[in-house]
């Protein structure tokens, strides 16, 4: 299996930038692709950005397209996520989660690992 340690949540003002890193360890030579979700208070998990380790293929949600950007770094066995522009309305949990597994990116129920998170709050 993988594990995953998510860090560079914090506290930032609307318009501000933050960096999300996540850090694998395990089985990191099999994942087949990293996401990050976001969970906010009383909502359910969403899919807002993805990454396929071959092709290097990208997805991001319509929330989020134009000011977050995901990468890796295969050296480190690393994903980032970054922020720019942040709004209030971004403030949530957020959690890296790698697949194994060659298929569909856009359920949660399709990525085998989970970071514990990492909460993110965008005040006005």
């Known amino acids: 299996q993988v594990q995953l340690v998510e860090s560079g949540g914090g506290l930032v003002q609307a318009g501000d930038s933050l960096k999300l890193s996540c850090l694998a360890s395990g089985r990191t030579f099999d994942i087949y692709a990293i996401a990050w979700f976001r969970q906010p208070p009383g909502e359910e998990r969403e899919l807002i950005a993805s990454i396929r380790t071959i092709g290097e293929n990208t997805y991001y949600a319509d929330s989020v397209m134009g000011r977050f950007t995901i990468s890796r770094d295969s050296g480190t066995n690393s994903g980032f996520l970054q922020m720019n522009n942040l709004k209030p309305e971004d403030t949530a949990v957020y959690y890296c989660?790698?697949?194994?597994?060659?298929?569909?990116?856009?359920?949660?129920?399709?990525?085998?690992?989970w970071g514990q998170g990492t909460q993110v709050t965008v005040s006005t």
């Open positions: 989660a790698a697949s194994l597994i060659w298929g569909r990116l856009d359920r949660a129920r399709d990525f085998g690992s």
